[in-house]
T-cell receptor, first 113, second 115 residues
């Protein structure tokens, strides 16, 4: 059964304190590992897609990396506005156009000023 | 470009009533997905449309849920009759097929509370 597990469930940081969020996955025929950000009362907002081990992508203070078993979301010198729930999702092999995402439960990040 | 929109944003109904949720995907997106998040759990897949056809409905919990996408544009998800365990947030997402590289964009969700 496809499964995505995120850790920690919650993380509190001081502004400027760098850290990493973990996403481990067991998804058969993975065709993309996705990171989304979700603010309270809103839908998931797309951040990154990683397709192969060793791949890295960056956006402002965020950098996502991928290995064969897990992905990390590194947050460098976070600011209070980075506070949100970060979701990881795996996409299974697509037999046809498009396919489902399997989500983890998310990491709730709070950055204190 | 307008994003995915969903209506209503909130719905409170009594057990046994019917509720219909609507999703308008991003213009030109053939793929449309429904997901839901129940309290304390992860977001889970419900079903996937390609244009007006149901591509994968393996995540639908039971036959009280009916999804349609007439004309391949907007989609509706009807719950009839609603049960307490149907409470949660229902998300819609859409994407444009790009071979092996597809990004799903999510709407703001409909928060459903069944009393």
């Amino acid at each position: 059964e496809d499964q995505v597990t995120q850790s920690p469930e919650a993380l509190r940081l001081q502004e400027g304190e760098s850290s990493s969020l973990n996403c481990s996955y067991t998804v058969s025929g993975l065709r993309g590992l996705f990171w989304y950000r979700q603010d309270p009362g809103k839908g998931p907002e797309f951040l990154f897609t990683l397709y192969s081990a060793g791949e890295e992508k960056e956006k402002e203070r965020l950098k996502a990396t991928l290995t064969k078993k897990e992905s990390f979301l590194h947050i460098t010198a976070p600011k209070p506005e980075d506070s949100a729930t970060y979701l990881c999702a795996g996409r299974v092999k697509a037999e046809t156009s498009g396919s489902r995402l399997t989500f983890g439960e998310g990491t709730q990040l709070t950055v204190n000023p | 470009e307008a994003g995915v929109t969903q209506f209503p944003s909130h719905s409170v109904i009594e057990k046994g009533q019917t509720v219909t949720l609507r999703c308008d995907p991003i213009s030109g997106h053939d793929n449309l997905y429904w997901y839901r998040r129940v309290m304390g759990k992860e977001i889970k897949f419900l079903l996937h449309f390609v244009k007006e056809s149901k591509q994968d409905e393996s995540g639908m919990p039971n036959n009280r849920f009916l999804a349609e996408r007439t004309g391949g544009t907007y989609s509706t998800l009807k719950v009839q009759p609603a049960e307490l365990e149907d409470s949660g947030v229902y998300f819609c997402a859409s994407s444009h097929p790009r071979g092996g590289q597809e990004t799903q964009y999510f709407g703001p969700g409909t928060r459903l509370l069944v009393l």
